[in-house]
């Protein structure tokens, strides 16, 4: 069963695009520890704003970096910050399940108004004037934001950015935050769909990585999740270039629905594979395999449309293109980011560099420990396709190694709508633990559980268990270690607790 926008945000202003933010201002944060919430925080401090914020599971790398940004964080029973604000900012994951939280009630007893993180993130950007680049797409988004911040830095461009992961050292404001503080005009945004949170960001250019069916909540099928973001390009072509994946089925439907309102600004982009060349678009490379899963593109071609409004390209055109990341999906993440990067004042030598040197964004096949012949990856992915192309691309980067799959699934109501489709994507790996299902935005706990998961798994032939808390799966996973085990840890909420608690056991051992 669907809900509706209004349903998700119960009681936040509806969304507009984004104006400045007028000081002084007091803005106080219910649930400060969430990755858009700290970003949110970061970006109108960094304005001038007085943030406060609160939180019953901080983390201390995040309550470290709110600190030094002079954020100050209380315990969620300290009504009084919300009663006393100018404004207040809250996640729909809140606001879904708990529209009526103390924190909230408050608020409006004060008469304080309240509005959504992406809001606040909205309005930072039209702060620091100068155009807004969205990155939207239901996988990738998060890499592909940094990944564009790189270009345009290496192009010699230094605008702000809100990206959905920690950042590295050199881009992050500071590192492990999920901000950058640029030092010009310019942002850039991860545009998430969910429940309309993308509807504030008024992108002037925008590039859309794929639609697939996600948030079962919300979308019924992917022909829903096609029209949302449809409905949120459709007017990025009044302004801008929008640079659309039609290599990917729902990102091909979604260039056809946007045809009525090009106005020559709409780039069609592609990756061809084992020599596949029925796609028609206007910028297309070839995939080229290299050993250990590393990607390179070659062949680049381009549309006169193409070659004027992405001039970068051209001077690209020849050349084989190094991919830094591994993996097929990110050499079609890495044309589109090139193609709007090329847009938007890109230089070809800067997205050349950046490219192939790009380290990523933390929880995406991080590296947590590899030592003694055994190695745990750290990977946010949750999704059935997620998991097919991340468990692709580690097979081949650690070829004839046992691969033990760690998933705690996000969400109980994603997890029984994709039921069937999670358990053939992970019986891909040679064992699985399935932890306890992270709860987020769920009005119903009974629908599913992690055992059926784990039973649905093993019916496909691969041993699957659910040990229970991402603690006990750990402890699990490490009892019954195989001699040259690769350890993927994947999931959206607690799992990096996982991966950091098995690297951390396995280097005492």
Known sequence: ???????????????????????????????????????????????????????????????????????????????????????????????????????????????????????????????????????????????????????????????????????????????GSPVHLGGEQGFIVEADEYGGNFDPYAADAALILNVDWDHPDIFADRAAAVATFVAWGAPVLQHGALVVNVGDAGGAEAAAALEQHDRGNLIRYAVRSHGRTETVADVTADLELAPAGAVQLSNLTLSERAGQLAPALVELQGKTLTIGLLGAHNAANALGVATLAATSGGTGVGITAALAGYPGVGRRMEVRYDQNGFTVLDDYGHHPT????????????????????????????????????????????????????????????????AAKLAAAISAFGTQADAPGSVESTADAIYAALPEGAVVLVMGGGRSTDLATRLAAALSAR
């Open 1 to 175: 069963m669907t809900r509706s926008i209004n349903e998700i945000g119960a009681g936040l202003a509806p969304s507009r695009p984004g104006s400045p933010l007028v000081l002084p201002l007091t803005l106080h944060i219910v649930g400060i520890g969430g990755t858009a919430a700290t970003g949110a925080a970061l970006h109108a401090a960094a304005l001038g704003a007085l943030v406060t914020g609160c939180d019953s599971h901080l983390s201390r790398e995040t309550a470290l970096i709110l600190e030094a940004a002079g954020v100050k964080v209380s315990d969620e029973s300290d009504l009084a910050p919300a009663s006393r604000a100018t404004l207040v900012a809250v996640s729909k994951a809140i606001t879904s399940t708990q529209p009526d939280h103390p924190q909230l009630h408050a608020a409006r007893a004060a008469g304080v108004p309240i509005v959504s993180l992406q809001q606040v993130i909205a309005d930072a950007a039209a702060s620091r004037g100068g155009a807004l680049l969205g990155v939207a797409g239901t996988h990738g988004k998060t890499t592909s934001t940094g990944w564009l911040l790189a270009a345009l830095r290496a192009s010699g461009r230094d605008p702000s950015a809100f990206v959905g992961g920690p950042l590295p050292a050199g881009q992050g404001s500071p590192a």
């Open 386 to 449: 997620a998991i097919d192309a991340t468990i692709s691309t580690v097979r081949l980067r650690y070829p004839g190694r046992p691969l033990i799959l760690a998933i705690e699934p996000l969400t109980y109501h994603r997890t029984a709508a994709l039921l069937p489709a999670l358990a053939r994507s992970c019986a891909a790996a040679d064992r699985v633990a399935v932890a306890e299902i992270f709860a987020v935005r769920d009005t119903d706990l009974t629908i599913t559980s």
